[in-house]
């Protein structure tokens, strides 16, 4: 999925991030459960917080990182309501690759 985050253009949102990682259980078990716990979000409802956070992704402000060497970085806090009726805080975090100067989706977890 592409979407255009505010003041930094088109990024790539790899629905791969959510079912290989973020989303299953297998692989994270306590973000999976976070995210089950917090917006009743599991594995088969990648593409429902895929959509999520490109809907609200620019209503809220990103914030600068250090770069560590392969390209400018920042994270994204967002308040979401999830399936299930409750809101959470979601960290997003990004990457302008240095040599691409592709904009991606390194990592998404609940943030407590």
Do not use: C
């Not at 299953?24 to 956070?53: E, I, S, T, W």
């Not at 299930?84 to 997003?92: I, P, Y």
Request: proline share 3%; charged share 25%; hydrophobic share 40%.
């Amino acid at each position: 999925m592409i979407i255009e985050i505010a003041g930094y253009g088109k990024a790539i949102f790899l629905k791969e991030k959510l079912t290989q990682y973020a989303l299953n259980p297998l692989k994270d078990r306590h973000k999976a459960a976070a995210f089950h716990a917090a917006l009743g979000y599991q594995l088969q409802d990648a593409d429902a917080l895929a959509h999520n956070v490109a809907a609200h992704i620019n209503h809220f402000k990103p914030i600068e990182k250090p770069d560590n060497g392969y390209g400018k970085r920042f994270q994204i806090l967002m308040t979401l309501t999830g399936k299930n009726g409750k809101t959470a805080k979601v960290m997003t975090a990004w990457i302008e690759d240095k040599d691409t100067g592709i904009i991606r989706l390194t990592s998404i977890y609940v943030k407590e």
